[in-house]
């Protein structure tokens, strides 16, 4: 048993306790150089929150001294030193402070305001955050005081990430919005109290000597305060935690109600939005050119709440003339790769959106002759071949509900290409 706890013996490997407070002192200043390393850190880290580039962001963390007032106010608490924690505690302020302001500026002066995804993903903590911030601080401070400090130290740089929150608290006071603002201040608060928390840990298993002996009824009430703090940011966090869990949960049953109800039927989804934190909450969804009827409407509805999808307004979005604009904004904004068939799709159909052409004559022979033909729109684009060559394009896109076979599928092209003589037909099913 003696052997199996050698393997997990933290003072094999130790530095000299002297040598670690004297590293961990020297760290804790933000003047002259330390300054300004911090200020061209929260210049790297906001420019790549602003462009969404991980890489920038990792970057940035890996060159952020703002580790250093933290562990020291963990090594102050462990050992009572009072003087070392009150000159932690006020190089942490001002680090936070020139964070925000540096922050607070490039963005206010930035063109581009639009949140990104790596900018959101830090205004809503959660337990994870919390986990993370003090098991990332463990390693961090076991690192330091090792003789071999090895590789963990930029790892728990990256992990715990202090930089990407105060960026993105300065991006919320630069556009007015304080919700971002107030998450992004609350996930930073998490990472300082449990990775200082994660240091007094392995200060006090380690037995640094203490630098103030107190009697037992203030040791106790700091004992208390630390407990205190660590509760206050816990139990919020949970409940982030708890409602990110719903969140998602209630995006995997809107995922299966389109699959099941209508991508398996046949229809094509080409606009969803979901607003899960409204109330009631709201699905729109928009198709190519399927019309619904009132009835299929009622259908939908009433086919939601077997996929547990309550409290939920659904909301059809069609006839109306900005529709197919909208279709394709959320299409750009959500393809990431996409095969060539997928982006002729999306070029034709918004082409048609402008150019649609009216065909009584089609409308009234597509059954009889195509009756497998269930719906399908037509229009004519336009573009230049070359300089000074313009090729004129019908776009017939439609939805059967069998493949055509091949005769019948070169009788359509014909049929087309008598009605549309001189351009050229694509035709494509959806």
């Not at 728990?156 to 556009?175: E, K």
């Not at 709201?282 to 939601?304: G, Y």
């Not at 939920?312 to 900005?322: A, C, H, M, N, S």
Request: proline share 3%; with cysteine.
């Amino acid at each position: 048993m003696n052997k199996l706890l050698g393997f997990f013996d933290l003072h094999q490997g130790e530095e000299k306790k002297e040598s670690v407070l004297q590293n961990v002192i020297e760290n804790i200043s933000f003047r002259g150089s330390n300054a300004w390393i911090l200020a061209c850190a929260i210049v790297v880290a906001s420019v790549g929150l602003n462009v969404n580039s991980t890489a920038v962001i990792i970057g940035a963390m890996l060159i952020s001294p703002l580790m250093g007032p933290i562990l020291g106010a963990g090594f102050a608490l462990g050992t009572f030193d009072f003087p070392l924690l009150k000159k932690s505690l006020k190089n942490l302020l001002i680090a936070t402070v020139i964070s925000l302001v540096v922050s607070f500026f490039y963005f206010l002066l930035s063109p581009f305001k639009e949140a990104q995804s790596e900018l959101l993903a830090r205004t809503s903590p959660n337990i994870y955050d919390v986990i993370i911030a003090f098991f990332g601080g463990t390693v961090g401070v076991i690192a330091i005081t090792r003789v071999n400090k090895g590789n963990p130290i930029p790892g728990v740089a990256i992990a715990t990430a202090l930089m990407p929150p105060l960026c993105t608290a300065g991006y919320g006071l630069a556009i007015g919005n304080l919700t971002y603002f107030a998450g992004a201040i609350f996930l930073y608060l998490i990472n300082c109290v449990f990775i200082c928390l994660a240091t007094f840990t392995i200060v006090k298993y380690l037995r640094y000597p203490k630098v103030h002996y107190l009697d037992k009824k203030k040791e106790k009430r700091i004992s208390q305060s630390i407990t205190f703090i660590t509760i206050a940011l816990i139990v919020p966090s949970i409940y982030f935690a708890y409602n990110l869990h719903q969140e998602r949960k209630y995006n995997n049953q809107v995922r299966q109600f389109v699959q099941s109800e209508l991508s398996d039927k046949g229809y094509t989804v080409v606009y969803q939005k979901l607003q899960f934190n409204s109330r009631p909450r709201k699905l729109e969804l928009a198709f190519l050119s399927k019309k619904l009827s009132d009835k299929e409407i009622q259908h939908l509805e009433d086919a939601m709440a077997g996929f547990g999808i309550n409290n939920t307004e659904l909301l059809i979005r069609q006839d109306t003339v900005d529709l197919q604009s909208s279709i394709m904004s959320e299409i750009d904004r959500r393809s990431v790769a996409m095969n060539e068939k997928d982006v002729t799709i999306r070029a034709l159909s918004n082409k048609i959106a402008q150019y649609e052409l009216a065909t009584p004559e089609l409308d009234r022979d597509i059954g009889v002759l195509f009756p497998q033909i269930t719906s399908y729109s037509i229009g004519r684009q336009q573009y230049y071949a070359d300089r000074d060559s313009i090729v004129n394009n019908i776009g017939f896109i439609y939805a059967a509900t069998d493949s055509l076979v091949n005769s019948d599928a070169r009788k359509l092209r014909l049929w087309l290409s008598n009605h549309f003589p001189g351009d050229s037909v694509l035709v494509i099913r959806r």
